[in-house]
């Protein structure tokens, strides 16, 4: 059972790849009724993304997938063709939100802009996500991750000054636009309780990341400075260096005095005066970092991590999947959920972003196979009789 | 209930409780008023304990904090727009009964305190609900309010790492081949993305809070921790652990499947256009794009596979024909072909981009003139609403502004009172103590490498 904060909320998931797909999970996982509607025959295009179960292609093992619709139910539907839209209609009537991913021309083409949605149903909010949004001069660009990133204006300020800009992580920019779709989908369902109306909801990706240049944005209009990468010759303290299993982040933020970080690290010569000060720390910063590689290979991340935080320093450490899937303080916070999927099976899986006290989140629905709750939906819920399911199904509509 | 049925603000009806600082929460906040509720700044004029961004991240109108340096943040100002501010002392007990009631008016209170410090104040969730049984409350740390690590300090740019982010990112490393290999030494994405993570997921799950709230009347406490929230964004590599036992994935600009896909260099200092081609057909049409429709044909290129082994030399093939063009140019040709290209853009160059400019998502605020600030374009918002009022309602709020409306106004403190606050430096305009901190000029900052460059003469470029 996921929480329960969005409970009565039915949802249609027209989406495909992730960010609309991670709009969706977010408000299934707070309550949300999300159904995901899928493209009869192939589904959601992230079924077809690596990295696969047993690294088996197959669609049903995609992770991405299998991540991203956890407490959702699946169908199939062509809306494109007159039964399939007639189907689709009386879904719509049902559901307080749609959400889609489909390029602005492509939605018009298929009946699924706004006007023609809200012409059914003018309770709907309909969130669209797109690279750029529906309107404006690049809304019609072909995008991957990487071109969003680079035209958000964040992408010129990841990785270092000596090299090219680097690539965020795993199709970053579109977790990012599927979590401010979900808030952004949420404000307008809380302006319904006044507006009595549902309304379209634009989301543009390169925008979500480009709210993220509260710095850079100042930089430039403030001052004219160009603010870069992070430079490759700092202050002794670079943010990742070597310890001795892997990286770690040290920190001289925080309130502690400069004392305590040298102590922590234990190298006799780090309890110079010189280097007690942000001015000395520039000034003697080749020696401050010959002698923190020094001090900090006497270190594994995790002793080092800990020892920061009961110092109250604030120290971090790179970490890699396998830290994480196995972390002891994810799992005190019960941040991890048991999924029993029909074809990968049991595994545990990363659970919800926030913790809810108060809320009982005890299993989660595994995503759904394609076309899984065909009957249910259509059957039991609409009032289709069998036949009628048999026939959909020869004409390729479900 | 009366409808509206015209455009209205969508949270016109609420009112926060801020006592956060730094990114993420002031942030949320920000976005909170934009959207119309009423947020209320939680500030203080003792200057060691006044919100960083008031005080040291700047930057500062070019480069000189003014007479009002507290007020003149380029960050700060982004990032608590449109709010009001109360100046208090959170470590007197008059001041923590001040916020208690004002928690009893508010619908919402964000903070980002440490565990321990919330409970030494009196001011964690179970104490707050008695002033106001179905508070919604965001608590936001580094690690949550339960578990093993619950009482470490945290920041972003350490935060990132520990959650995992450096495991998927990093530039690739020569191999004893001579040819590139997964990379070995992790990276960062920057620019405090772990608290735009959290801004992000703030907003989420208080409008879900706002929602159960409006139909049942029931309050919630949110444990937002950073370091979990980051996880949840790669979920999909923790589960290629799971079932496949693969903890990183390195490869620089590089896709596991698509190629080209990559940065290539363009006319200009440190200037780049990103290009991936997804399928055949974009393949196609960059090389229609290159004008070199030869390399459809070529053997070494004729499927993703192929193009991935011999990838160094198709990156020196399209690298040469970017560095004859502009960042722009580049990716207009390829665009016009049909391939996915993006100019890699500065903050510089964002600000007068026909996209940005088009969507008016640089929002122009003016400040107060004493303030010392120009008229700006701040950061928007990247949500269009169709049939709701939003958009950024003013500047950030000078120090204690609304000092007179929330104590008296609210609150219904009386004048005599209000002195005496204001004798012992727990209301006022100005900081006690302190002074403007001091700059590094833009030319050392550049030698240093904490800038990439400067323009002089910035107000005429982007005036232009």
Aim: charged content about 20%; glycine content about 10%.
């Amino acid at each position: 059972m996921p929480a329960g904060l969005l409970n009565g909320f039915r949802v249609l998931d027209l989406g495909s790849g992730i960010s609309a797909p991670w709009c969706t999970k977010i408000l299934a996982d707070y309550g949300a009724d999300v159904i995901k509607v899928e493209t009869p025959g192939s589904g959601d295009a992230s079924r077809r993304m690596g990295p696969f179960a047993g690294d088996d292609p197959h669609p049903e093992k995609s992770l991405t997938f299998l991540y991203l619709n956890t407490n959702k139910k699946g169908v199939t539907l062509d809306p494109s063709s007159v039964s399939g839209r007639k189907l689709f209609d009386r879904l719509l009537s049902e559901a307080d939100v749609l959400v889609h991913n489909s390029p602005p021309a492509e939605s018009k083409e298929l009946g699924l802009d706004y006007a023609s949605l809200a012409a059914v149903n003018p309770g709907l909010v309909v969130t669209s996500i797109a690279p750029f949004g529906q309107t404006g001069p690049y809304s019609d660009f072909q995008a991957t991750d990487i071109v969003t990133y680079a035209l958000s204006g964040l992408m010129y300020h990841s990785g270092d000054s000596d090299q090219p800009p680097l690539r965020n992580v795993l199709d970053q920019s579109f977790y990012v636009a599927g979590s401010n779709a979900a808030a952004a989908t949420q404000v307008a369902l809380f302006a319904r309780l006044t507006l009595g109306e549902g309304q379209h909801v634009d989301v543009s990706a390169a925008e979500c990341l480009g709210a993220h240049l509260v710095q850079p944005l100042p930089y430039y209009n403030y001052m004219g400075a160009v603010k870069g990468r992070r430079p490759v010759r700092g202050a002794g303290f670079e943010e990742l260096m070597p310890a001795r299993d892997g990286y770690v982040a040290p920190s001289v933020q925080g309130s502690q005095p400069w004392a305590t970080i040298a102590d922590l690290i234990g190298l006799e010569e780090l309890q110079d005066e010189k280097f007690a000060t942000g001015a000395g720390r520039v000034a003697h910063g080749e020696e401050l970092k010959d002698l923190l590689i020094k001090g900090l290979a006497q270190w594994d991340r995790m002793p080092l991590f800990l020892a920061s935080g009961e110092r109250r320093l604030v120290f971090g450490m790179a970490q890699d999947a396998g830290d994480l899937a196995e972390c002891p303080h994810l799992g005190v916070r019960d941040f991890f959920v048991d999924v029993d999927h029909p074809v990968v099976g049991p595994a545990r899986y990363p659970g919800m972003a926030v913790r809810l006290p108060g809320e009982d989140i005890s299993s989660t629905l595994p995503a759904p196979l394609l076309g899984q709750h065909n009957s249910e939906i259509f059957g039991q819920e609409l009032g289709y009789s069998a036949q009628e399911l048999i026939t959909l199904r020869q004409h390729g509509v479900i | 209930m009366s409808l509206a049925h015209e455009p209205q603000a969508p949270l016109k009806n609420i009112r926060v409780l801020d006592l956060s600082r730094v990114f993420a929460m002031p942030f949320a906040g920000a976005n909170l008023a934009d959207l119309g509720a009423e947020v209320i700044k939680i500030d203080t004029c003792q200057t060691q304990f006044m919100d960083t961004t008031r005080t040291t991240t700047g930057p500062f109108p070019d480069n000189q904090p003014g007479e009002f340096w507290w007020e003149q943040g380029g960050t700060f100002q982004n990032l608590n727009r449109g709010k009001r501010s109360l100046t208090l002392d959170l470590r007197s007990e008059e001041s923590q009964g001040i916020i208690k009631d004002l928690v009893g008016v508010c619908d919402v209170v964000l903070e980002n305190f440490t565990p321990r410090v919330m409970a030494r104040f009196g001011l964690d969730y179970e104490s707050l609900r008695a002033h106001k049984p179905d508070l919604i409350m965001v608590s936001n740390t580094g690690y949550g309010h339960s578990g093993p690590w619950s009482n470490f300090g945290a920041m972003a740019s350490a935060l990132e790492p520990t959650h995992g982010t450096g495991a998927f990112m990093g530039y690739m490393s020569e191999g004893t081949d001579g040819r590139l290999t997964e990379g070995q030494v992790p990276n960062k994405m920057g620019n405090s993305y772990s608290d735009f993570l959290a801004s992000w997921t703030a907003l989420g799950s208080l409008m879900a809070a706002l929602l159960r709230r409006a139909r049942t009347g029931q309050g919630q406490w949110i444990d937002l921790a950073m370091y979990q929230t980051g996880t949840t964004v790669i979920g999909t590599g923790l589960l290629d652990y799971v079932f496949n036992d693969r903890r990183t994935l390195r490869i620089g600009n590089r896709h596991p499947v698509l190629s080209p896909h990559g940065v290539y260099p363009c006319q200009g200092h440190d200037q780049w256009v990103a290009i991936a081609a997804r399928d055949e057909n974009d393949w196609q049409a960059i090389c229609q794009a290159m004008g070199n429709l030869g390399l459809v044909a070529d053997a070494r290129f004729a499927d993703p596979i192929d193009r991935r082994q011999h990838q160094e030399e198709l990156d020196e093939i399209i690298g040469a024909w970017t560095s004859a063009r502009t960042s722009y140019q580049a990716m207009t040709s390829l665009q016009e072909a049909g391939a996915p290209a993006g100019a890699i853009l500065t903050a510089k160059q964002a600000l007068t981009d026909p996209q940005y400019l088009d969507r008016g998502f640089f929002e122009t605020v003016h400040n107060p003139p004493e303030v010392g600030l120009r008229s700006k374009g701040y950061v928007g918002r990247a949500w269009k609403f169709s049939n709701s009022e939003t958009g950024i309602k003013g500047p950030a709020p000078r120090l204690g502004e609304a000092n007179e409306y929330v104590l008296a106004e609210l609150l219904g403190i009386d004048q005599q009172s209000m002195e005496r606050l204001a004798e012992d430096w727990t209301i006022g305009n100005l900081p006690e103590g302190g002074r403007a901190p001091g700059q590094v000029p833009l030319d050392e900052q550049a030698v240093l490498g904490w800038i990439a460059e400067f323009d002089a003469d910035y107000l005429d470029r982007l005036a232009r």
